[in-house]
């Protein structure tokens, strides 16, 4: 070909590029030199060895310290290997203990004679005529002895309840009767202020009777105290029934 598709004119090569490039390398080579940033290293500080003080008996000063004697008691004390050290000392004669069999020590008292049987001792016969020639005879009658009416007072009257203070129903009841009981309440000139009937006999009669007894009963006098509270019990006895 003689022409080209683009057709310049060829030229020779000039030493300015080659100029430029090689001052282009240079100034970049001296931003190098020139922003370098010199880090510092690290500076290893040597370490020391930790104090090593030993626990004595004595103070600093030289003077004896309860407080670090007991701090030594106390390490002696839970310190395991004297417990886990097995005593090499044995006993004197352990090898010398004799054998004893079990069985010649009796565990239970040997057993004795059995005892003798007891014998019956049986009276001697008596003559059957005697039986029937001697009288029959006649049992004594037992003495039946009555009771009467009894009237107890509690601790709290009992000090103040006059001598005198009995009791004979003139009523009677046809059945049996239980306990009468009163709540009574005594003023300090020994006067029956308060009656109430807290366990009746079975029988209107005695009670309302016992009721009338109280009413006119005269304590002995307590000032100290306005009003004594108290139970009265009526007993009753064969005086109270018809039977």
Known sequence: ??????????QRSSWLLAGFIFAALLFHSA??????????????????????????????????????????????????????RVPDVQPSGLLNVPYRPSYLTPRTAPLGVPPEPTSIQFPPARNPLSLIIAAPQTPATPSI???????????????RA???????PTQRSAKPVENTRHLIGVTDKGEV???????????????AETDDFLRTLKFFAAPESPITW??????????????
């Open 145 to 159: 002895t009555t009771q009467n009416t009894l009237v107890t007072f509690t601790a709290s009257l009992a000090t």
């Open 31 to 84: 931003t190098f030199f020139l922003f370098q940033t010199i880090v510092p290293g690290r500076i290893a500080t040597p370490r020391t060895a930790p104090p090593v003080q030993l626990l004595t008996p004595f103070a600093p000063d030289g003077t004896p310290s309860p407080e670090n004697e007991a701090v030594l008691n106390w390490i002696a004390t839970a310190d395991p290997a004297i417990i886990a």
């Open 162 to 168: 006059p001598a005198s203070a009995k009791f004979t």
């Open 193 to 207: 202020r308060f009656s109430f009937l807290q366990q009746a006999s079975g029988s209107p009669a005695l009670d």
């Open 1 to 10: 070909m003689s022409e080209l598709t683009f057709s310049w004119r060829r």
């Open 230 to 243: 108290g139970t009265v019990t009526f007993e009753w006895g064969d005086d109270a029934t018809t039977q």
